[in-house]
């Protein structure tokens, strides 16, 4: 399996440590708010990452925190906590809002088909862990307290700056607008293990310490859990690419400061998904969740359907446009599915092996999605391939696509159907005052969400694309 590592900035062959076993770490939400499509994208990738390395053979221990407690506004150690600040804005503890917004989440990657990894951790469980990790960091002068906190000392680190591949003063220009300068720190990369006295004061959350009641920083979280999880050799660890500076660098240098050794050789990142803006926002513009899109009418499995068509590795905006396009050629795509009936021929497994063949090559080379769903394509144009071999290929590559191709119901969501009768009460009235250029142009909206509109004598009546 091949794999772009951000570690090295090239596609490597991927060798685990153990020959049959893949441990990987994905960092979770911060459960202070929804989590948005784009944060979705990133738990998609992931999710495709996982079962491909299953689909191939290996067996995965995956490890996923959630967040609630520590992150704070910046990245870089300024601002208030974001568990704190929502749950000050909702009139909650935080421990409410933790659980309300994990719910909602795990809802989330549920409606998106994505595999609940096997550990689920919450940061707050584990307190122990990362005071464990900070008296040693300290021990052995990685560490230094200074105004009541616990920070990392950068220049201790042998290669800070080669996961994101940057130098200090870019680096120093990115994060200029976001910081208010901490003056303990001895340089401004240094980045909080403990807190007992800042700005944070009000912190709700706290727990006894060697240095004074405080709460960890948010990178310790994930080094902690990880370690705690999955042992001192990572296989991969995953998320988005705003996570490769601070959050992991940070990781690295405290990981393997720790533990005295390299600590993870495969570092897998996924790019961002854009609104027409440019950022994905939770505080400005339509802020864009699974449970808004299904309030307009769309499947969520359409939204990973249209994740699936492009690279991981590739920026994407999304426009309410591309998703119409997206639900035509998925509602299309299933019927196609649909209408494969089962003709009991014996399965042809040269058949089946080549596909197979061809559809891991694609996952196999970076996780190109697009080309395996190419490969699903040609199959079923496939006229040399019988329907029942089509249809055990199609089951078994929805392993990893998991897009719901076999489930034989159309799926039109209630609110779809609404939205769709609505539309159409809208064209007979539009028929009725001989307004026909509306009335088309109600079809042709339709025609995008993949409805086909038949005019007959008791009125109209209308179906999803085949
Ligand atoms: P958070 O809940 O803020 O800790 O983020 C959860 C995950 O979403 C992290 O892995 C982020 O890197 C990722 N992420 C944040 N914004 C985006 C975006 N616009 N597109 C894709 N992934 C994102
Ligand atoms: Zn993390």
Partial sequence: MKLYNTLTKQVEEFVPHKKEEVTLYTCGPTVYNYAH?????????????EKTLRYIGYNVKRVMNITDVGHLVSDADAGEDKMLMSAKKEGKTMAEIADFYTKIFFDDITKLNIRKPDIIQKATDHIDQYIKMIKKLLEEG??????????FDISRAKEYYQLSGKKEEDLLIGVRDDVTEDKNK????????????????????????????????????????????????????????DNIFPHHTNEIVQSEAYLGHKWCNFWVHGEHLNDKTGK?????????????LESKGYQPIVYRFFCLQSHYRKQLVFTYESLDIATTSY????????????????????????YQNKFKDA????????????????????????????LYLIKDFDKVLSLNLLDNQQETSPVLEKEINDLIKEREIAKNNKDYQKADQIRDTLSQKGVIVKDNKEGTIWELKK
């Fill in 37 to 49: 499509i784009g944060n979705l994208r990133t738990y998609i990738f992931e999710d495709i990452l």
């Fill in 142 to 151: 990685y560490a230094y307290q200074a105004g009541g906190n616990v920070y």
């Fill in 186 to 241: 001895r340089n401004p990369f240094d980045f909080g293990l403990w807190f007992t006295k800042s700005k944070f004061e009000e912190q709700e959350m706290k727990w006894e310490s060697p240095w004074g009641l405080g709460y960890p920083g948010w990178h310790i979280e994930c080094s902690g859990i990880s370690i705690k999880y999955l042992g001192e050799y990572l296989d991969i660890h995953c998320g988005g690419v």
């Fill in 280 to 292: 994905m926002s939770k505080s400005k513009g339509e802020f864009l969740t699974i449970t808004l």
């Fill in 331 to 354: 509602n299309k795509l299933k019927s196609r599915v649909n209408n494969i009936e089962n003709d009991d021929m014996s399965l042809d497994n040269n058949i089946i092996k080549n």
């Fill in 363 to 390: 996952l196999r080379s970076d996780l190109n999605t697009a080309n395996a769903l190419t490969c699903f394509y040609d199959l079923l144009k496939d006229n040399n391939v019988n329907n029942n071999t089509k």
